[in-house]
């Protein structure tokens, strides 16, 4: 099972294990995913273009920027774990295997 996935399963899980019930419930983890999936995304934008951009407004007119995707992420962030407050769950302890090692996470 992949990650995302358990990660999923583990948050509905302590739902249940809570006693909370309700569509709203599981929807606010839909909710939480779907900001996962958009910090995974920013997170590989920084990775893949830095924490400086450069930008070109004209031909000799250029510079560098701050990445965008650093300040989304932290926002991003920021309202997982506010959803996660708000259902009174915490972040799941997911063990991924990879081919090299085991990283715990």
Same mark, same amino acid.
């Given at each position: 099972?992949? @990650? @995302?996935? /358990?990660?999923?399963?583990?948050? /509905?899980?302590?739902?249940? +294990?809570?006693?909370? @019930? +309700?569509?709203?419930?599981? =929807?606010?983890?839909? &909710?939480?995913?779907?900001?996962?999936?958009?910090?995974?995304?920013?997170?590989? !934008?920084?990775? =893949?273009?830095? %924490?400086? #951009?450069?930008?070109? !407004?004209?031909? !000799?007119?250029? +510079?560098?920027?701050?990445?965008?995707? #650093?300040?989304?992420?932290?926002? $991003?962030?920021?309202?997982?774990? $506010? #959803?996660?407050? =708000?259902? +009174?769950?915490? *972040? *799941?302890?997911?063990? %991924?295997? &990879?081919?090299?090692?085991?990283?715990? /996470?």
């Amino acid at each position: 099972m992949e @990650r @995302r996935q /358990l990660i999923k399963k583990d948050l /509905l899980n302590q739902l249940n +294990g809570n006693g909370v @019930r +309700g569509n709203h419930y599981v =929807d606010l983890i839909e &909710d939480y995913m779907s900001m996962w999936d958009i910090k995974n995304q920013l997170i590989k !934008n920084i990775v =893949d273009k830095g %924490v400086s #951009i450069r930008y070109q !407004n004209g031909e !000799n007119q250029f +510079g560098y920027k701050k990445n965008d995707s #650093i300040s989304e992420l932290n926002r $991003t962030n920021r309202q997982m774990l $506010t #959803i996660l407050n =708000d259902l +009174g769950l915490k *972040a *799941a302890d997911i063990k %991924v295997v &990879d081919n090299d090692d085991d990283i715990e /996470l």
